[in-house]
Nanobody
Framework: VQLQASGGGLVQPGDSLRLSCAASERSFRSYGVAWFRQAPGKEREFVGAFKQNNGNPIYEDSVKGRFTISRDNAKNTVYLQINSLRPEDTAVYYC???????????????????WGQGTQVTVSS
């Protein structure tokens, strides 16, 4: 499965963005899918995820209420809606996917086999 992340850009504080992660195969719809982000000089951190065949995403506490993950299985695409962007949201955002992920693994980078190339989000006034 190839993942293509897009939708990043340079925005001002308070703006919104919707990131997309498009997959090359229909099997994507049965995969667990996550978003991670990596700010300069920091480790890649978990943002949120969908468990396969489960319509309830989970989020890192720091982004709850501002970030929303959704998926469109007909388009083999997962989205990350980011509202009220802050400078500290500046990072490269990555989508990741894998099959057979259990709930306890959702936040772990090591659980995901397929990764997109990342899309840069820069929040600056």
């Amino acid at each position: 499965v190839q993942l293509q992340a897009s939708g990043g850009g340079l925005v001002q504080p308070g703006d919104s963005l919707r990131l997309s992660c498009a997959a090359s195969e229909r099997s994507f719809r049965s995969y667990g899918v996550a978003w991670f982000r990596q700010a300069p000089g920091k480790e890649r951190e978990f943002v949120g995820a969908f468990k396969q065949n489960n319509g309830n995403p989970i989020y890192e506490d720091s982004v709850k209420g501002r970030f929303t993950i959704s998926r469109d299985n007909a388009k083999n695409t997962v989205y990350l809606q980011i509202n009220s962007l802050r400078p500290e949201d500046t990072a490269v955002y990555y989508c990741a996917a894998s099959s057979g992920i259990i709930t306890s693994q959702l936040r772990s980078r090591e659980a995901y086999y397929y990764w997109g190339q990342g899309t840069q989000v820069t929040v600056s006034s």
